[in-house]
């Protein structure tokens, strides 16, 4: 429901702005908290450049391409405009990031990502080489590859590149994705602390992804599902690889759990039914009044559960009455998840392996 919310009152937000001019906030201790970051003009993000270019003593030739090119700067050019720029001011200089840039413009293609081992390299000066993997970070995010946006980007901090925003935005959004809450929780403030200059997508979907991970819960059906979510991206992506097997095993780790305690509290209930039925009517009859009744005396045995019971035990009515609870506390297609876990238990056992402690 507060997603729904958030979501209704972001759409609003844009019909009301359509041209998605920076958000604005009307509260006074917002603008007037002190912030980490803050995001360089084009006289700044310039300056940037030519001093990177003076300490490496780049020969004046270049140096006057690289003027002209910012020379052609909008005095009003956004950060991701300024991010453009840099590159397109180091491509000038190092024939190395023509291959990356050209990578960042096209499509992504299934198969191995390109290798920029010199981005990492200690002799690539620490300016080209933090605004380089932002926007191969940017691009790399576009394309969901996440694990691959934290290779480039996640050790990144905001004074090492000229467009901060993106930077935290792109941290946000793959820790969020990843289900690395702590990680996402502190990007997404740090990115929030000036609402009212950030482009209003940034602003929007980071307050979503707020708002959202405050509903995340450890190993809850919700946490499942968005895990079997990454297993699924990840095969989509061709990415089959150890990764893929941890979060699937991880997912069937939390599914035993879940499991766990539906049986526990399966047998809590039949204890308390069997404890109700023993402590017989709540009026003594008199003994001056015979009983009815036509049975023999004997009751069926039943057995209770205990130490080493698994789901597999479970009488067919209990293993469906347990379904039946799932499906009348989340959404329909987590009972495709619990079945699939199901069949895939069963097909594990037949074969002679058992997955459970």
Not at 146 to 163: I, M, P
Not at 194 to 205: E, F, K, N, T, W
Not at 238 to 257: F, P
Not at 270 to 288: C, H, I, T, V, Y
């Given at each position: 429901?507060?997603?729904?919310?958030?979501?209704?009152?972001?759409?609003?937000?844009?019909?009301?702005?359509?041209?998605?001019?920076?958000?604005?906030?009307?509260?006074?201790?917002?603008?007037?908290?002190?912030?980490?970051?803050?995001?360089?003009?084009?006289?700044?993000?310039?300056?940037?450049?030519?001093?990177?270019?003076?300490?490496?003593?780049?020969?004046?030739?270049?140096?006057?391409?690289?003027?002209?090119?910012?020379?052609?700067?909008?005095?009003?050019?956004?950060?991701?405009?300024?991010?453009?720029?840099?590159?397109?001011?180091?491509?000038?200089?190092?024939?190395?990031?023509?291959?990356?840039?050209?990578?960042?413009?096209?499509?992504?293609?299934?198969?191995?990502?390109?290798?920029?081992?010199?981005?990492a390299d200690e002799q690539t000066p620490s300016f080209v080489a933090a605004n380089l993997r932002l926007l191969y970070g940017r691009w790399l995010?576009?394309?969901?590859?996440?694990?691959?946006?934290?290779?480039?980007?996640?050790?990144?901090?905001?004074?090492?590149?000229?467009?901060?925003?993106?930077?935290?935005?792109?941290?946000?959004?793959?820790?969020?994705?990843?289900?690395?809450?702590?990680?996402?929780?502190?990007?997404?403030?740090?990115?929030?602390?000036?609402?009212?200059?950030?482009?209003?997508?940034?602003?929007?979907?980071?307050?979503?992804?707020?708002?959202?991970?405050?509903?995340?819960?450890?190993?809850?059906?919700?946490?499942?599902?968005?895990?079997?979510?990454?297993?699924?991206?990840?095969?989509?992506?061709?990415?089959?690889?150890?990764?893929?097997?941890?979060?699937?095993?991880?997912?069937?780790?939390?599914?035993?759990?879940?499991?766990k305690k539906i049986e526990d509290l399966q047998q809590q209930q039949n204890q308390q039914a069997l404890s109700g039925a023993d402590a017989g009517?709540?009026?003594?009859?008199?003994?001056?009044?015979?009983?009815?009744?036509?049975?023999?005396?004997?009751?069926?045995?039943?057995?209770?559960?205990?130490?080493?019971?698994?789901?597999?035990?479970?009488?067919?009515?209990?293993?469906?009455?347990?379904?039946?609870?799932?499906?009348?506390?989340?959404?329909?297609?987590?009972?495709?998840?619990?079945?699939?876990?199901?069949?895939?238990?069963?097909?594990?056992?037949?074969?002679?392996?058992?997955?459970?402690?």
């Amino acid at each position: 429901m507060i997603r729904m919310m958030l979501t209704m009152g972001v759409l609003l937000s844009l019909l009301a702005n359509p041209l998605g001019a920076p958000a604005q906030e009307s509260s006074r201790d917002e603008l007037t908290a002190p912030t980490t970051w803050q995001a360089p003009s084009v006289d700044s993000a310039r300056q940037q450049t030519f001093t990177w270019l003076e300490a490496d003593k780049i020969e004046p030739a270049k140096m006057q391409q690289v003027e002209s090119l910012w020379s052609k700067a909008p005095k009003d050019a956004t950060a991701a405009q300024l991010l453009d720029l840099v590159a397109a001011s180091i491509r000038l200089v190092d024939a190395r990031a023509g291959e990356l840039i050209e990578t960042c413009s096209a499509a992504h293609k299934p198969g191995p990502l390109k290798k920029f081992d010199w981005l990492a390299d200690e002799q690539t000066p620490s300016f080209v080489a933090a605004n380089l993997r932002l926007l191969y970070g940017r691009w790399l995010a576009q394309n969901r590859l996440y694990d691959e946006v934290l290779q480039q980007v996640g050790e990144l901090s905001t004074d090492q590149v000229v467009d901060p925003a993106a930077l935290l935005f792109y941290q946000a959004t793959a820790n969020h994705w990843l289900l690395k809450t702590d990680e996402a929780t502190v990007a997404l403030a740090q990115l929030l602390e000036q609402p009212d200059r950030l482009p209003r997508r940034y602003a929007s979907l980071g307050r979503l992804m707020q708002a959202d991970l405050a509903t995340v819960k450890q190993d809850s059906l919700d946490h499942i599902g968005r895990r079997i979510r990454d297993i699924e991206r990840r095969l989509r992506l061709g990415r089959a690889d150890k990764k893929v097997i941890e979060v699937q095993d991880g997912v069937i780790e939390s599914l035993d759990k879940l499991i766990k305690k539906i049986e526990d509290l399966q047998q809590q209930q039949n204890q308390q039914a069997l404890s109700g039925a023993d402590a017989g009517p709540s009026k003594p009859a008199e003994d001056s009044r015979p009983l009815g009744g036509k049975g023999s005396g004997r009751v069926a045995k039943r057995r209770l559960g205990g130490a080493g019971k698994s789901w597999g035990d479970l009488p067919a009515k209990e293993r469906e009455r347990a379904m039946q609870q799932i499906g009348r506390a989340y959404p329909a297609h987590y009972r495709d998840i619990i079945e699939d876990y199901f069949r895939r238990l069963a097909k594990q056992e037949a074969d002679g392996e058992n997955t459970r402690p």
